[in-house]
């Protein structure tokens, strides 16, 4: 799933940890666990991006 829903707007994310991430699910992407998406080092987003919200 990260290599569909993350990779591709990867380099407009922040680099800084701090910096707030937001993600507006559409319809069935809304049951997507964000946050506990593993890139190809297994790396949940989460620990990149501390402050991290969907709305």
Not at 3 to 30: C, G, M, N, W, Y
Not at 31 to 42: C, G, S, Y
Request: charged share 20%.
């Amino acid at each position: 799933m990260h290599e569909l829903l993350i990779q591709p707007i990867a380099k407009e994310l922040p680099t800084h940890p701090d910096s707030r991430v937001i993600f507006i699910p559409h319809q069935s992407l809304f049951l997507v666990p964000f946050a506990a998406l593993q890139d190809q080092n297994e790396k949940f987003l989460i620990e990149k991006h501390t402050k991290f919200s969907i709305l």
